[in-house]
């Protein structure tokens, strides 16, 4: 069974940075395309980033430039580090394989609030 473990998230001011990571205890990790997802509260859950593995990489255009995904296949890790973050980056930040294939991890929070 997949287990998809979120962490990093937090409260940071518009303009702020977080960092979040994510464990993935799958097989095959390297050749999945992996993708970290965000639902706002009243919205559906999106597609935020995608990475292949070969790390090519994919963003939604309201984050492109500010947010950067990035995968350690050894350690079975992807990261997205968010910068310049906005109210609207407000959401519940979860990863999975891209298109979503595995059951949904707790998530981690993001708040971004003056």
């Known amino acids: 069974q997949v287990h998809l473990v979120e962490s990093g998230g937090g409260l940071v001011q518009p303009g702020g940075s977080l960092r979040l990571s994510c464990d993935a205890s799958?097989?095959?990790?390297?050749?999945?395309?992996m993708g970290w997802y965000r639902q706002a509260p009243g919205n559906e859950r999106e597609l935020v980033a995608s990475?292949?593995?070969?790390?090519?990489?994919n963003y939604r255009d309201s984050v492109e430039g500010r947010f950067a995904i990035s995968r350690d296949n050894a350690k079975k890790i992807i990261w997205l580090q968010m910068n310049s973050l906005k109210p609207e980056d407000t959401a519940v930040y979860y990863c999975?394989?891209?298109?979503?294939?595995?059951?949904w991890g707790q998530g981690t929070q993001v708040t971004v609030s003056s």
């Open positions: 799958m097989t095959i990790f390297n050749l999945w395309v």
């Open positions: 990475i292949n593995n070969e790390g090519r990489t």
């Open positions: 999975n394989t891209a298109p979503a294939r595995h059951s």
